[in-house]
């Protein structure tokens, strides 16, 4: 299968060459050329266990890594890593059904695809004649990081370096960074905030993209098709779970409900439907910055707006990167080389009624308050036992948001003919105990830890292994750093692993 840019028709690459450099010259993202090219037998694949769904899917997509490269990469990426067989469980709560995508080393979602992306990377290097070998680097607010840190640790050829901001981080984000030993892994607090980290990382990308001989320097962001591809596969694991269980007959199509920041997790189910999947309606739900539920009812995307931090950080973003790959096949590439000019020119573009209307015919926008996910958490706890974070409870909310058709003023109403509703949950509750057990109407113990075992009190659940973990661990990683020392400490970190 061939990738083009987005914003360079030229640019033409196969998946491993994609995968390598992330994002294409010129800022453009790689996307599959041609739909057609990846419509598939679903009814095949649905049939398959997780693994069978991920080589399935892996095939289409990454073709040129060949069957049994891809047999062996599914299997390294999946092996020992999940708590759950099926690795995505479907879970039934009230009258909706919840993916949980959080069974993972970190938990939360962004292990699935994670785990994947480091292998496909290393097998890359081969097939491209590409010999240097790879340091991630990466800034993080928190949740970024230690998946990433999971998901490269001991891949051979590659090596990562983490920068959080000191002091920035809850006490298990730091110390899901600080604890895992493995010799290619590093994690360093800077003096100073996300940005500033942020901003570090980009400047180096830009000085020393090859740091020392035979050491590349790449990223694990979430616009890489590496991440986005893995991420295709729990949409049809969903959809074969509730097809086994009875709840869906097969054919019948269903609704999935979206906890959105980037725009990738809900871009995979967009190529999910792309492919043939079964879907009536994707619900694109947002928190407080809600710039997507706006674009997606009105056409009109704004990031000149106050950013607010929720509680469901992950979700705080005013530029979902991902967005371009779905401008580019509805809009087309010149309009959609337009828009992203006049974004980084004016903070604003509106799309024209049509574009918008392709995109309501299988899009919905709603955002939800941080109160409402309060209120969802609760509720949900104690009609159906059953616990959110407040990330998925952001979700759920939307979902009764969008059930009950209150929706924003403008908004083009195309009904749904869903036989289920799918909830996807993008991170276990004991990963934000604080916020779940403010939202349940308990008080705070002084500590992450106290109040991961106060959840449990509650829930009866077993705290995950990877969380539980980590606060008798021993901390490897000590460093914290001004921003100037970055460029060094990056070059010394290279000049080990080369
Ligand atoms: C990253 C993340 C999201 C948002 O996913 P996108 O792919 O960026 O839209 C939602 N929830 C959690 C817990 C996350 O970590």
Redesign the pocket.
């Known amino acids: 299968m061939e990738y083009v840019s987005t914003r360079n028709k030229d640019i033409r690459v196969r998946s491993g060459k994609a995968i390598l450099d992330g994002q294409a010259s010129g800022g453009g993202l790689y996307v599959p050329a041609d739909l057609e090219a990846i419509k598939a037998d679903w009814r095949g694949i649905i049939k398959l266990d997780f693994r069978g769904m991920a080589k399935a899917i892996w095939n289409i997509f990454f073709d040129d890594y060949g069957e049994e490269a891809i047999d062996r990469l599914v299997e390294a990426s999946y092996k020992d890593k999940f708590s759950a067989q099926d690795i995505t469980p479907l879970v039934k709560a009230g009258d909706a059904y919840v993916l949980e995508l959080w069974h993972g080393p970190t938990s ?3 292990d699935v695809a994670l785990s994947a992306l480091p292998n496909l990377m290393s097998a890359a290097r081969g097939m491209n004649g590409f010999t240097d070998d790879i340091m991630i680097l990466t800034a993080t607010s928190g ?1 970024t990081g230690s998946a990433a840190i999971q998901g490269f640790r001991d891949v051979p050829g590659t090596g990562i370096i983490v920068f959080y901001p000191h002091g920035g981080v809850s006490d298990t984000q730091r110390l899901q960074m600080v604890t895992p030993d493995s010799a290619n892994v590093t994690a360093c607090a800077i003096r100073g905030n996300f940005d500033d980290a942020q901003t570090g990382v980009k400047k180096l990308f830009r000085e020393i993209p090859r740091p020392v001989e035979g050491v590349a320097l790449s990223s694990a962001n ?1 616009i890489n098709i590496g991440r986005l591809v893995p991420q295709i596969v729990y949409y049809f694991s969903a959809y074969a779970q509730l097809v086994k269980s009875g709840a869906i007959t097969e054919g019948d199509k269903i609704d999935f409900v979206v ?8 871009m995979a189910g967009w190529y999910a439907f792309k492919m043939g999947l079964p879907v009536s309606r994707l619900v694109c739900a947002s928190n407080k910055n809600d710039v997507l539920t706006e674009f997606l009812n009105t056409g009109h995307y704004d990031r000149k707006r106050e950013f607010y931090k929720t509680t469901s950080p ?2 705080d973003i005013l530029v979902s990167s991902n967005l371009e790959r779905l401008l580019w096949y509805i809009c087309g590439p010149e309009h959609t080389l337009s828009y992203m000019k006049q974004l980084e020119e004016t903070g604003e573009y509106q799309i024209t009624d049509d574009e918008l209307f392709e995109m309501q015919k299988v899009f919905t926008g709603v955002f939800a308050s941080d109160e409402d996910g309060a209120a969802a958490i609760k509720g949900v706890f104690e009609s159906d036992g059953y616990l959110m974070d407040t ?1 998925t409870s952001i979700a759920w909310a939307c979902m009764e948001k969008y059930r009950s058709g209150d929706s924003p003023e403008g908004t083009v109403s195309f009904g749904t003919d869903a036989a289920a509703t799918v909830v996807l949950s ?2 276990s509750p004991y990963k934000f105990s604080a916020a779940v057990l403010e939202a349940l109407g308990e008080e705070l113990t002084g500590s992450d830890e106290e109040n991961m075992k106060k959840v449990r009190g509650i829930t009866g659940a077993e705290v995950p292994s990877g969380l539980a973990g980590i606060f008798a661990k021993p901390v490897i990683h000590k460093d914290v750093i001004d921003i100037s020392a970055m460029k060094s400490y990056v070059i010394e970190k290279c000049t080990k692993q080369g």
């Not at 906890?259 to 809900?266: K, L, Q, R, S």
């Open positions: 939360a979602f962004k949740d979430s906890p959105t920041g980037n725009f990738g997790d809900i992950s979700m990330h993008t991170a």
